[in-house]
């Protein structure tokens, strides 16, 4: 039996037992902390062990005791890919007597024999280091047992020398090590980082035409210019005719309707081609070099789903479900019914061959430039097989993010971040209400969840369309805009039909919108300037110029003194950079109150003196009061964006 005395335990972060990674940017770090003590009065080091996955050896840095009673230490994670981590602990004999030592020297008690001791644990300590380091040890323990000039002996022990001595060279007594293959993935910053535009292709030309890549490309200016980073199409691949669905969902539709780009496959091809009324493929990889150039990612859907049409049903029927009467299933979801999708059997006798087939399409559009997928509805296919398909494009393609849009239980959204997605989908949509909104981010930002789930907040998609939206006017828009792009390091709009206030739902109760651009070819005005156009361009600008606004994980909620306005502070770890907003969910009325300046989390420490400036609106104020007051007319913007600059205070509070 292993005999050990620490105990180590409550370790953060640790997600499922080691089983899943959490995730880190370069240049950011991990804290890790637990709960470590041991039976008895003895002295405990603890230490993080951590290396990167090309390092041969371990790197350690000693975990401090804090005045929760949690020990913790920070490695930073320099570069990409993985870091491991482990802590050990022990009792250090030496350490204990020299604290002991020092309390009895403080209460004035004899020390000669304590000193002797001290001598004797040098020696035995000397024993488990090389020769040069145990000669240091040998040699101080030679000057403890110096009895002739006691109170040479007393300022020696007493000195910062000695203390250095006792810090670094520890005396290790039955180590506890703390090791489940902890992982840390190190990814990209656009991982946590990240402003994304979803707009239909085939929307992208004028005159009722069907757009193209051409079309789409000539939009890359104007898209460039509202301060968007991703550029995301639905599907691109050509539209199955079998259950083709029509205007609103109609289950019939029309000669011209042009179908849902999720039903993918006909004879045209199937995920590895392009619709043809869209181009090329040449187009769409000039396409691409061009987004690069105005600096975007171009993110394609991955919609593992097939339309009766597509080839692979022909090729592959293994691959799907097949009923009593020889017909295929289609997908459902009650009430949604997909007549115009067949979902893949994943548990096909001949899952090995499905699973490399769909990861062979991620290789080939990873080929064509793409370093950004979002998946739709990857709740409806295995965690293992997500798992697998990501940790194989990351072992050789370790920039490429995956966005899991999944609207599901928050037990499986928080397994498919576990297993690789770099981003998810959220229920920001439905949080419309100062109480739902904060106690949400509290969840999505603690202490567990926040290691593995990075949330993108969307204030709309093309299958929502939000109650609080229909009919809504500019004021409640510009709100879930400044919310999503402030709350969230990562956010995204279904572009044209949010910058452009589409409004209308359908009639049925249902939370859709009417003529809905997943069945029908739109034409937007694109040379349309409007106040949402304005209003993205600003707070896009603002994201990229305060690096407090690049994470989710700093966000520090704040008192206000009315139900109507929320207040929250977020900073970047050194506090140059600090961001305050304050946002009011009352979109009729104007509402004022005072706000609580969080001297804490400002790292204030007398009196208040702050200057803060509305990025916003252009305003400054100088705040000298605890709390402050504060107005917001919704009409006007319904959220102040303030970066504060803490002022340089006297010694003497006046």
């Keep these: 039996m292993k005999r050990s005395r620490v105990v180590i335990e409550n370790v953060i972060p640790e997600i499922n037992d080691g089983h899943y990674y959490v995730k880190r940017t370069q240049g950011g770090g991990v804290v890790v902390s637990a709960d470590i003590f041991a039976d008895g009065f003895d002295s405990i080091r603890a230490f993080v062990l951590y290396k990167h996955e090309s390092d041969k050896s371990w790197h350690d840095l000693e975990m401090e005791l804090e005045a929760t009673g949690r020990w913790s230490a920070r490695f930073v994670t320099e570069k990409r890919g ?72 007393l300022e020696y022990v007493l000195s910062e020398e000695f203390k250095a001595l006792i810090d670094t060279y520890p005396y290790k007594l039955f180590p506890t090590v703390y090791d489940k293959n902890f992982r840390a993935r190190v990814g990209s910053h656009k991982g946590l980082f990240s402003t994304w535009y979803q707009l239909f292709p085939r929307s992208a030309g004028k005159n009722g035409k069907h757009g193209t890549f051409k079309d789409v490309e000539n939009l890359l200016p104007r898209i460039q210019q509202l301060g968007f980073d991703v550029l995301y199409f639905p599907p691109i691949h050509p539209i199955g005719k079998t259950n083709r669905k029509g205007k609103n969902n109609a289950l019939e539709a029309g000669k011209n309707d042009p179908g849902s780009p999720w039903a993918i496959g006909s004879k045209e091809g199937g995920h590895k081609d392009i619709h043809p009324e869209l181009g090329t493929m040449k187009d769409f990889e000039k396409l691409v070099k061009a987004a690069e150039k105005h600096e975007m990612d171009i993110a394609l859907d991955l919609a593992f ?125 439905w949080k419309d209400s100062k109480e739902l909104v904060e106690n949400y981010m509290r969840e999505l930002t603690g202490p567990e969840m926040r290691q593995y789930f990075r949330p993108s907040f969307w204030p709309n998609v093309p299958d929502v369309l939000p109650y609080h939206l229909m009919n809504g006017e500019s004021n409640i828009f510009a709100q879930r805009l400044l919310l999503a792009a402030t709350l969230s ?87 140059s950079n600090i961001i305050w907003c304050i946002a009011s969910f009352d979109m009729v009325h104007v509402q004022s109150g005072f706000v609580q300046v969080p001297k804490d989390v400002l790292g204030i420490q007398r009196r208040v003196n702050i200057r803060v400036h509305d990025l916003l609106t252009g305003e400054s104020y100088n705040w000298f009061n605890d709390w402050n007051y504060v107005e917001l007319n919704p009409s006007r913007y319904p959220m102040h964006i303030f970066k504060v600059e803490v002022v340089d205070q006297p010694s003497v509070e006046l």
């Excluded at 009792?91 to 001290?118: H, I, P, T």
């Excluded at 096909?348 to 991620?362: F, M, Q």
């Design 82 to 153: 993985f870091y491991h981590y482990k802590i050990e602990a022990w009792v250090d004999r030496l350490k204990s007597w020299y604290e002991k030592f020092l309390r009895k020297y403080q209460n004035g008690e004899a020390l000669q024999l304590e000193v002797l001791v001290g001598a004797q644990i040098l020696e035995q300590t000397s024993a488990n280091y090389k020769k040069k380091d145990a000669e240091i040890l040998k040699n101080a323990a030679a000057s403890l047992s110096n009895t002739k000039d006691f109170d040479q002996t």
């Design 305 to 429: 789903q097939c339309s009766p049409d597509h080839p692979w049903v022909k090729e592959h029927p293994q691959w799907f479900r097949w009923r009593p009467d020889g017909t295929i299933g289609f997908a459902e979801n009650p009430p949604y019914v997909y007549q115009d999708v067949v979902p893949f059997d994943f548990e096909t006798d001949d899952w090995e061959n499905l699973w490399n087939a769909l990861l062979d399409i991620v290789l080939f559009w990873i080929d064509k430039g793409i370093q950004i997928f979002r998946v739709a509805v990857p709740h409806t296919k295995p965690l293992p097989f997500w798992e697998w398909l990501i940790s194989e494009v990351n072992q050789n393609h370790p920039d490429v993010i995956f966005l899991s849009a999944a609207f599901a239980s928050e037990k499986l959204m928080s397994a498919l971040s576990k297993v690789g997605f770099t981003q998810s989908y959220t229920y920001f949509m």
């Design 489 to 575: 390091s990562s956010y995204g709009v279904y572009g044209p039909a949010f910058e452009f206030m589409e409004n209308r739902g359908l009639p049925n109760g249902r939370d859709e919108y009417l003529n809905s651009e997943k069945f029908e070819i739109k034409n937007w005005d694109w040379d349309q300037q409007n106040r949402l156009t304005v209003l993205m361009a600003k707070i896009n600008k603002i994201r990229k110029e305060n690096p407090a606004l690049q994470s989710t994980f700093n966000l520090q909620f704040t008192n206000a003194d009315n139900d109507e306005l929320l207040s929250y502070v977020k900073c970047n770890d050194d506090r």
